[in-house]
């Protein structure tokens, strides 16, 4: 029988975020499971060659993880209260991190926002959620909200 003990909620903060968070609960509560929820925050590494200072991109992302852990706690404490959840931030390619903490931690599932962009944002900004999905070894929930209902 499949079992759902484990679940790692990838978030932005946007508010698509908000959305997950209420399949990620839902999910939690329905399979008594644990949710590690990420926020992957760009690690910058590729910008070093292009004349900026690398103490200055390095304090740059200091401040957007510092910024992110705060908002975790904020975003655990008004979505998930009463579910056993660990918020986790991180630094570097979004898809890579996600897989890699789904595999550290046995994850039973990965649920995730899309966006939805085609055309040439696809084509420039890639797609995370795709990433994941055809990296992933585990099932892959991906959620995308319709703001307009």
């Known amino acids: 029988m499949v079992a759902i003990k484990k679940a790692v909620v990838a978030v932005d903060f946007s508010d698509e975020s908000t959305y997950i968070a209420e399949y990620a609960k839902l999910f939690a ?10 926020y992957a925050a760009p690690s910058l590494n590729q ?12 304090s740059f992302v200091g401040e957007i993880v510092t910024g992110a852990e705060k908002s975790m706690g904020d975003f655990l404490e ?38 939805g962009r085609t055309g040439i944002d696809r084509l420039l900004f890639g797609s995370v959620a795709a990433k994941i999905v055809r990296g992933a070894d585990i099932p892959v929930l991906t959620v995308r909200p319709d703001f307009d209902k």
């Open 78 to 115: 008004k979505h998930f209260a009463g579910i056993k959840t660990t918020g986790k931030v991180v630094t570097g390619f979004a898809a890579e991190e996600i897989l890699e903490i789904a595999a550290d931690e046995n994850a039973d599932l990965i649920i995730m926002g899309t966006h």
């Open 29 to 38: 509560e329905k399979f008594d499971a644990e949710l590690i929820v990420v």
């Open 47 to 58: 910008y070093v060659g292009f004349h900026v200072p690398p103490n200055t991109i390095e």
